[in-house]
Nanobody, 118 residues
Framework: QVQLVESGGGSVQAGGSLTLSCSAS?????MGWFRQRPGKEREGVAQ???????TYADSVKGRFTIRRDGAKKIMQLQMSDLKAEDTAKYSC???????????????WGQGTQVTVSS
């Protein structure tokens, strides 16, 4: 069982930046961020493999950067030029397999709220 703990959510004005962090209790190959916006289904934001391969949703490309530390247990999502539509509950997830595929992720954190005001 992998435990995931997120931190770094909060409120920010449009155009601002926030960094989310996720700490895993053990190494696991795929890690990713997902979000659920009000009234919407959960969607993938960014995923990263242990080898550093990354995938981004089109809506965040060029604004968000995902990275992992050397031990591969800490993942961060650097978010810049935030927009009101980025407001969501962001969840860290982990799994083994095809990292871009949502079905890979079977371990989930509790989530952290990001609110962007315009």
């Amino acid at each position: 069982q992998v435990q995931l703990v997120e931190s770094g959510g909060g409120s920010v004005q449009a155009g601002g930046s926030l960094t989310l962090s996720c700490s895993a209790s053990q190494y696991i190959y795929c890690m990713g961020w997902f979000r659920q916006r009000p009234g919407k289904e959960r969607e993938g934001v960014a995923q990263i493999s242990a080898e550093g391969g990354t995938t981004y949703a089109d809506s965040v490309k060029g604004r968000f950067t995902i990275r992992r530390d050397g031990a591969k247990k800490i993942m961060q999502l650097q978010m810049s030029d935030l927009k009101a539509e980025d407001t969501a509950k962001y969840s860290c997830a982990a799994g083994r397999g095809d990292c871009p595929a949502p079905r890979t992720y079977n371990f989930w954190g509790q989530g952290t709220q990001v609110t962007v005001s315009s």
